[in-house]
């Protein structure tokens, strides 16, 4: 059973970098063959998917959030993080990270519990 | 991006009836087509992939359908624990984008 949990602050000030880590046991990351997912959830709303990162290090991130988003992976901590800069009250949200199976298509078949991060002074 | 659209945003329905759910995009996206359910508080989870494919462990109560632009999720028999929200996505291309969701209440 693959299991994914996320950490790091549940609170960020304006201005500042969030930092998120979500943790993979048992060797998934560097086994090959999934790409590893950053979404998230406004409150009350649908899901915004953030971008992804491969094993080797290889990302794609949703353009609107671009260019202040770094997803990087440790293989060797089982562990892959986002980055997140320059965060106003809008970037307020549940933070999942998920595994994207490429079966029939990409699909998330494993999600972690979800963070919330409040943006507040 | 490829825009998602729900109907309806939200359905009121009894244990034992059958519903369906509704997914329309904005562009063709084959069979690239993937359906969660989220309970309240709770992370998502898949229930089919590839518009049709169930995934392991979800009961055979839920199926998918559908390709190009227009999809359905069918609920056949409603259980107490069926009442969420669910919420399609497409992986045809980048960025993934997923509809509003349609919440399922009793």
């Known amino acids: ?121 | 991006d490829i825009q998602m659209t729900q109907s309806p945003s939200s359905l009121s329905a009894s244990v034992g009836d059958r519903v369906t759910i509704s997914c329309r995009t904005s562009q063709n996206i084959n069979t690239y087509l993937n359906w969660y359910q989220q309970r309240p508080g709770k992370a998502p989870k898949l229930l089919i992939y590839g518009a049709s494919s169930l995934q392991s462990g979800v009961p055979s109560r839920f199926s998918g359908s559908g390709s190009g632009t227009d999809f359905t999720l069918t609920i056949s028999s409603l259980q107490p624990e069926d009442f969420a929200t669910y919420s399609c996505q497409q992986s045809y291309s980048l960025p993934y984008t997923f509809g509003q969701g349609t919440m399922l209440e009793i």
Not at chain 1, 9 to 24: A, D, M, N, R
Not at chain 1, 64 to 86: N, P
Request: proline share 5%; net charge positive.
């Open chain 1, 1 to 121: 059973q693959v299991q994914l949990q996320e950490s790091g602050p549940g609170l960020v000030k304006p201005s500042q970098t969030l930092s998120l880590t979500c943790t993979v046991p048992g060797g998934y990351i560097s086994s090959g063959g999934f790409y590893w997912n950053w979404i998230r959830q406004h409150p009350g709303k649908g899901l915004e998917w953030i971008g992804y990162i491969y094993y080797s290090g290889s990302t794609y991130y949703n353009p609107s959030l671009k260019s202040r988003v770094s997803i990087s992976v440790e293989t060797s901590q089982d562990q892959f993080s986002l980055k997140l800069s320059s965060v106003t009250a809008a970037d307020t949200a549940v933070y999942y990270c998920a595994r994207d199976r490429r079966a029939s298509g990409p699909h998330f078949d494993y999600w972690g519990q979800g963070i919330l991060v409040t943006v507040s002074s």
